[in-house]
């Protein structure tokens, strides 16, 4: 119990963390601004990738395919397996 | 040729080395709306290994060798390679046995197929069936431009099991817009899989084991005929179709943010030959009364919208929060949110917090037994877990590290409670330790 509430505290603080991001302009990180070519220097980022750890990224996609009925999302492709 | 003829103005050399700068660009491989940059002109091979352990369930080791290489023109080829050992106990859908019984009643079995009923019974853990397995995969797929601003993706995949066997092929097309700030996508995928126990795969809701207690005997159902051998068949066949279609966006120099659409159908036996439903007597101590196998519908369509945001709140700080929301026409509705925040502390070294929340309702189909009163069985019936009602909640840390110029090392540990509303399991409760290496060259 105190730790579904610990976890639902810490999903309640990040959604206030990321709306309350506005720390540059008006909108914050969802602000919408006209990107040139040079200006992606920290979009190349490894960290800025949507899928920057892609071994991590396949081991959780394991996991809650055999734990949980909803997956997939992110796109297609990779094996299945029968986990049980 | 018209370009011959016209001067370069004889601007500041500011002016000039921008304008080199933006054609550079524009006809390098940077791809910012998928921002991967002079990085994918490297190859790179990573190695993880990967512990899973749930409490007194399932343990899985896994380890995973992937390598990327590319072959100059933007054409990169990739290769993943996965090893699991399993061992373990995981639920089989059987009902608990109240405290009264204990659970070891006489099952006679109407089928051959083997299931362990008694020595289970007896300690009270009848409703895990324990099992072992290994697990090797293969995923192999090879990116290349198809125009300037499209590239595609062709992936196949192979994964063999004790019995289970699984053959994939995917594509991918990538449409860069809007001076590659907006990525259209659009993928299509298809899994032939099949299930082989060893006894082959039981029919639908036939009968497994009938209990041959006085009391029960008494209360067996008058479709029940415990005297007839279920058939059994042979593997069961599946196929999985997946489609995506989704847009990447750059919002603004720190922000990245995607949207995406998928939709999915399986069809033919999606069935687990391993799971039962108890037909209890809620007279008689809510004991069973019989065993049978599950049987679920042979088509499921799947839907799912996913959006995703990374985004970095100062140069020391990186958020990734994602959020699916997954609907099918088994009645499954499902939200799941996923948040990290990536923190560098010190130049080369970061730790990364990360939290997830699961939400799912339960199948149509599912129930945790049949009455044992009623008078004909339903269509279909389940009761694994999956199915029904639960929520999983996650947490984690991780830790990482640069290694000199092109190595980069992470270890992480995460936590992990499944609850359950709909069945009286106890709580699943797990660890993750995975530790990973990757490097450039």
């Known amino acids: 119990m105190i730790m579904r509430m610990l976890l639902r505290c810490s999903l309640l603080l990040s959604f206030l963390l990321l709306s309350g991001c506005s720390t540059l302009k008006p909108g914050g990180m969802f602000a919408i601004d006209e990107v040139k070519p040079w200006h992606k220097a920290l979009l190349a980022e490894e960290r800025m990738q949507l899928n920057p750890y892609p071994l991590e990224n396949s081991a959780d996609q394991k996991i809650y395919y055999s734990r949980e009925s909803a997956n997939g999302g992110q796109g297609v492709g990779g094996g299945g397996c029968g986990c049980n | ?441």
């Open chain 2, 1 to 441: 040729m018209q370009l011959e003829d016209k001067k370069l103005p004889s601007t500041p050399s500011v002016r000039n080395a921008l304008m080199v700068a933006t054609c550079t660009v524009l006809s390098g491989s940077l791809s910012p709306a998928s921002a991967e940059e002079e990085e994918t002109t490297l190859s790179r091979l990573g190695l993880s290994t990967f512990y899973y352990s749930e409490e007194n369930r399932v343990s899985v080791n896994t380890t995973h060798v992937a390598v990327e290489n590319d072959l100059g023109d933007e054409t990169i080829v990739r290769a993943n390679l996965v090893y699991d050992t399993i061992t373990g106990a995981s639920p089989n859908g059987r009902i608990i046995p109240a405290q009264a019984s204990g659970g070891s009643i006489p099952f006679t079995s109407a089928s051959g197929f083997s299931v362990n009923v008694n020595s289970n019974g007896e300690t009270g853990q009848r409703w895990l069936t324990a099992f072992t397995d290994k697990r090797a995969a293969i995923d192999l797929s090879l990116e290349k431009p198809l125009a300037r601003m499209v590239k595609g993706t062709l992936e196949g995949s192979y994964s063999s099991e004790n019995d289970f066997t699984s053959y994939g092929a995917a594509g991918t097309v990538a449409w860069d817009l809007h001076q590659r700030n907006t990525t259209i996508t659009g993928g299509l995928g298809v899994l032939e899989e099949s299930v082989s126990p060893r006894s082959g795969t039981p029919k639908g809701l036939a009968i497994s084991n009938c209990n041959d207690t006085p009391a029960a005997l008494a209360s067996r159902p008058a479709w029940a005929n415990c005297n007839i051998t279920s058939p059994r068949f042979g593997n069961g066949e599946k196929r999985v179709i997946d489609s995506v279609i989704g847009i990447t966006h750059v919002l603004n120099q720190r922000t990245v943010t995607q949207l995406n659409y998928s939709y999915g159908v399986s069809l033919g036996y999606l069935t687990d030959p391993y799971k039962f439903i108890s037909v209890v007597n809620y007279e008689l101590d809510a004991e069973e009364v019989i065993i049978l196998y599950e049987n679920r519908p042979d088509e499921r369509a799947r839907n799912s919208l996913y959006w995703k945001t990374v985004s970095q709140l100062s140069p020391k700080k990186v958020v990734d929060f994602s959020y699916r929301y997954f609907w099918d026409d088994w009645g499954i509705k499902s939200h799941t949110f996923d948040y990290k925040y990536r923190y560098d502390y010190a130049p080369r070294n970061y730790l990364q917090p990360h939290i997830r929340y699961n939400l799912q309702s339960s199948a149509d189909f599912f129930q945790k037994a049949i009455d044992a009163s009623v008078d004909s069985l339903p269509q279909y019936a389940s009761a694994d877990y999956r199915l029904g009602k639960l929520a999983t909640y996650s947490i984690g840390i991780k830790y990482g590290k640069e290694l000199g110029v092109n190595g980069l090392f992470a270890m992480r540990a995460e936590y992990i409670i499944q609850s359950y509303s709909g069945v009286e399991l106890p709580n699943m409760r797990a660890l993750v330790y995975q530790g990973t290496f990757t490097f450039k060259f």
